[in-house]
T-cell receptor, first 114, second 114 residues
Framework: EPEVTQTPSHQVTQMGQEVILRCVPI?????FYWYRQILGQKVEFLVS????????KSEIFDDQFSVERPDGSNFTLKIRSTKLEDSAMYFC????????????FGNGTRLTVT | AQKVTQAQTEISVVEKEDVTLDCVYE???????LFWYKQPPSGELVFLIR??????QNEISGRYSWNFQKSTSSFNFTITASQVVDSAVYFC???????????FGTGTSLTVIP
């Protein structure tokens, strides 16, 4: 069964540094997402992406964050000038359609900011 | 506004007991979709089921069953004859309207004791 893959599985970075989290969505899916989960808490929406542009973003997704689909397969989340509170599990997801299709999640990237 | 409430934070049951996880949702949209996801200790998010607002039929899949009741805005999940492998955090989620954001509940942590 096709799956969403994320790299790296764990990223440690120092406060103030930039990180790029990478994702390869399922190949026939058109909608891509980033969610995050602070340890032990709920899964929070960051951004959705369709047709090479952001379709929706949350209040969390401020100027510190950006997303890109640099080629036909990868989908990246860049976090600039990381802060301690950015430490979380970041999940990439993809779906065939918006709203009605289930999200298929990757295994996540655990980001630790020290 | 969309909201999902999972009032049960943690549940412990002894193996082979039945357990029901509660989910209450809020939305003003007449078309919406409800989902359940499982997050085992390994951390990934696994899709379990989707239900749309026009289909109130209950669904059974093996030991899993789901009870959707629009009258009480609930979408409860029952595990019959629980097993240790069912130990996980279970999230209920909602999508509706024109946005494609998934709204997750805070999750219920289920521990099945052998």
């Amino acid at each position: 069964e096709p799956e969403v893959t994320q790299t790296p599985s764990h990223q440690v970075t120092q406060m103030g540094q930039e990180v790029i989290l990478r994702c390869v969505p399922i190949s026939n899916h058109l909608y891509f997402y980033w969610y995050r989960q602070i340890l032990g808490q709920k899964v929070e929406f960051l951004v959705s992406f369709y047709n090479n542009e952001i379709s929706e973003k949350s209040e969390i997704f401020d100027d510190q964050f950006s997303v890109e689909r640099p080629d036909g397969s990868n989908f990246t989340l860049k976090i600039r000038s990381t802060k301690l509170e950015d430490s979380a599990m970041y999940f990439c997801a993809s779906s065939e359609w918006p709203v009605s299709s289930p999200l298929h999640f990757g295994n996540g990237t655990r980001l630790t900011v020290t | 506004a969309q909201k999902v409430t999972q009032a049960q934070t943690e549940i412990s049951v002894v193996e082979k007991e039945d357990v029901t996880l509660d989910c209450v949702y809020e939305t003003r949209d007449t078309t919406y979709y409800l989902f359940w996801y499982k997050q085992p200790p390994s951390g990934e998010l696994v899709f379990l089921i989707r239900r749309n607002s026009f289909d109130e039929q209950n669904e059974i899949s093996g030991r899993y069953s789901w009870n959707f009741q629009k009258s009480t805005s609930s979408f409860n999940f029952t595990i019959t004859a629980s097993q240790v492998v069912d130990s996980a955090v279970y999230f209920c989620a909602l999508t509706s309207g024109t946005g494609n954001q998934f709204y997750f509940g805070t999750g219920t942590s289920l521990t099945v004791i052998p």
